[in-house]
T-cell receptor, first 113, second 111 residues
Framework: GAVVSQHPSRVICKSGTSVKIECRSLDFQATTMFWYRQFPKQSLMLMAT?????????EQGVEKDKFLINHASLTLSTLTVTSAHPEDSSFYIC?????????FGPGTRLTVL | GENVEQHPSTLSVQEGDSAVIKCTYS??????FPWYKQELGKRPQLIIDIRSNVGEKKDQRIAVTLNKTAKHFSLHITETQPEDSAVYFC??????????FGKGTTLSVSS
């Protein structure tokens, strides 16, 4: 199947700083990528749909000015958590579609101190 | 938008027994229904999926059934083994949209 990578896999930062997470489709082009957030013992919650060359579409309740998404190429989408706070600590997972199936990245564990 | 309900939230079975997890969805336009297994701290792994033009699909010990009229789909695991212990998620979507996940089922298989 198609391969999606994420970087970094783990990040610890101080409250108030910004963190950028990269999501790459390694062997296919993805015009659309999705960003999910997963709190401990909970499900994957869709945050936003990232569209190459245009603005992302955010789900209700997700602050677009706090979670900046950029999808500048067909293989790369980035999620920047701005002014991170402890409540933003979570597991962030991206995914991309190919041939009707959604492939997931390995996730990024964000811990905000 | 789509809403997916999943039951039960926890399921404990003895090794060798069968396990069944059920999901319902709300959007009649959804046509793709995958099931994922997730181990702690890792990405979800697709274990089986079904599309709306099929009523049942089987892969060795795992099967999925779909009732489009009732908007129900279920995961069946037979002859469970301790390594089947994990969190299982159902999901649904239609072409071009993001997968929407159920809340998950923690399956524990004891030997």
């Amino acid at each position: 199947g198609a391969v999606v990578s994420q970087h970094p896999s783990r990040v610890i930062c101080k409250s108030g700083t910004s963190v950028k997470i990269e999501c790459r489709s390694l062997d296919f082009q993805a015009t659309t990528m999705f960003w999910y957030r997963q709190f401990p013992k909970q499900s994957l919650m869709l945050m936003a749909t990232s569209n190459e060359g245009s603005k992302a579409t955010y789900e209700q309740g997700v602050e677009k000015d706090k979670f900046l998404i950029n999808h500048a190429s067909l293989t790369l989408s980035t999620l920047t958590v701005t002014s991170a706070h402890p409540e933003d600590s979570s597991f962030y997972i991206c995914s991309a579609r190919e041939d009707g199936e959604q492939f997931f990245g390995p996730g990024t564990r964000l811990t905000v101190l | 938008g789509e809403n997916v309900e999943q039951h039960p939230s926890t399921l404990s079975v003895q090794e060798g027994d069968s396990a069944v997890i059920k999901c319902t969805y709300s959007d009649s336009a959804s046509n793709y229904f995958p099931w994922y297994k997730q181990e702690l701290g890792k990405r979800p792994q697709l274990i089986i999926d079904i599309r709306s033009n099929v009523g049942e699909k089987k892969d060795q010990r795992i099967a999925v059934t779909l009732n489009k009229t009732a908007k129900h789909f279920s995961l069946h695991i037979t002859e469970t083994q301790p390594e089947d212990s994990a969190v299982y998620f159902c999901a649904a979507n239609q072409a071009g949209t993001a997968l929407i996940f159920g809340k998950g089922t923690t399956l524990s298989v004891s030997s």
